[in-house]
């Protein structure tokens, strides 16, 4: 897991710091999340944006702790408000569903968006769903149709897929079904059932 620590007082308690983190993540790989909450919980504390992510994945799956989705909320918060894209797409999923916190599509929208500019390819496609169905945001295909392209070009097979369909039924973009076609193959490439089948049709078609 990369680490990005930032600069504090001495270099003592920086590497400290990355000792506790590192002997947090032995122990998860291990499964033994007990152990990973005692060295983690104290450097979130502290402000360790790492730690406050994995919190929130031991606190939303459970593990090692009681299941508490508005405690995930709380460290998954404190970790995208410094700017850590993966801690931004949880959150812009914790308020797209409801999960601890209420449900907020506006909410939702402002934290995939922080997560998509920052180049999260889950982020990008979710923002591209956002933005194609009016969801936390007016409907704008042609910013669907760029967002859905971000995360493609990523090889996301579900934004290949979409950005096919939005190229084979002209929307946000001009049509065009040998585009959408290769799109489609590139999504089935990376194992999407739909896109496979949407192929096989052009193909068919003779596209």
Do not use: H
């Amino acid at each position: 897991m990369t680490r990005f620590l930032a600069l504090i007082i001495t270099l003592i308690f920086s590497s400290i710091s990355f000792a506790d983190f590192e002997k947090g993540l032995d122990c998860a790989q291990q499964q033994d999340f007990a152990c990973a909450l005692k060295e983690w919980k104290p450097l979130a504390a502290e402000g360790d944006m790492d730690a406050q992510y994995n919190l929130g994945i031991m606190y939303s799956n459970g593990e090692g702790v009681k299941q508490d989705k508005f405690a995930a909320f709380k460290y998954y918060k404190l970790a995208a408000d410094q700017g850590y894209s993966k801690a931004q797409y949880n959150l812009g999923i914790v308020y797209d569903n409801g999960l601890g916190v209420k449900q907020d599509k506006f909410a939702a929208f402002k934290y995939y968006k922080l997560a998509a500019d920052q180049g999260n390819d889950k982020a990008q496609y979710n923002l591209g769903g956002m933005y194609n169905n009016g969801e936390g945001v007016k409907q704008d295909k042609f910013a669907a149709f760029k967002y859905f392209k971000l995360a493609a070009d990523q090889g996301y097979s579900k934004a290949q897929y979409n950005l096919g369909s939005m190229y084979n039924n002209g929307q946000g973009v001009k049509q065009d079904k040998f585009e959408a076609k290769r799109l489609y193959g590139l999504a089935c490439n990376n194992r999407d059932a739909e896109g496979c089948d949407n192929y096989k049709l052009l193909n068919e078609a003779g596209y």
